[in-house]
């Protein structure tokens, strides 16, 4: 590591020394102004729960009542992402709770669009060319669920 490179890690390191002895609890990013400042607030998954629940419920709605594929194995796929896009976004719900909120809510979600969303399209369009992406969502569902052991 060259001079430079040398000098400013001493400074950032006497800085979050400063910062540790000064008794300030403030995150040291915060301190530094990185992410200007913010930290993203777990009560946000709320808002996703929210959002995805109006849909899963919209959308299981339409399965029921007025979704009617030409071939009726589709009507199958259409109620399987209905129940892992309700079940899921109840999981949601309590993504404040965990250790690890972010990490747990994104899995999640992103399992939810990967998984569920797929599974609505390939009904939908009674198509399972479509169908490439929901083993992603399904690993990202089970990822979600392995972060809660740590």
């Known amino acids: ?9 001493s400074s950032i390191e006497e800085e979050e020394q400063a910062l540790i002895s000064s008794g300030d609890n403030k995150n040291k990013a915060e301190k530094r102004g990185c992410a200007g400042g913010r930290r993203m607030d777990p009560m946000m998954w709320h808002k996703v729960a929210a959002i995805s629940g109006m849909a899963a419920l919209g ?3 339409y399965g029921s009542h007025m979704f009617h594929p030409q071939n009726s194995s589709y009507k ?36 939810i669009v990967l998984f569920s969303g797929t599974c609505y399209t390939v009904a939908y369009m009674e198509d399972r060319k479509y169908a490439w992406s ?17």
């Open 1 to 9: 590591m060259g001079e430079r490179g040398a000098v400013v890690d």
């Open 59 to 61: 959308l299981g709605t």
């Open 76 to 111: 199958q796929v259409w109620q399987t992402a209905s129940l892992y896009h309700l079940a899921h976004t109840a999981a949601l719900v309590g993504a404040p709770l965990t250790k690890h909120p972010h990490i747990f809510g994104g899995l999640l979600t992103a399992g």
């Open 134 to 150: 929901a083993p992603i969502g399904g690993f990202s569902f089970i990822a979600a669920w392995a972060t809660l052991l740590f």
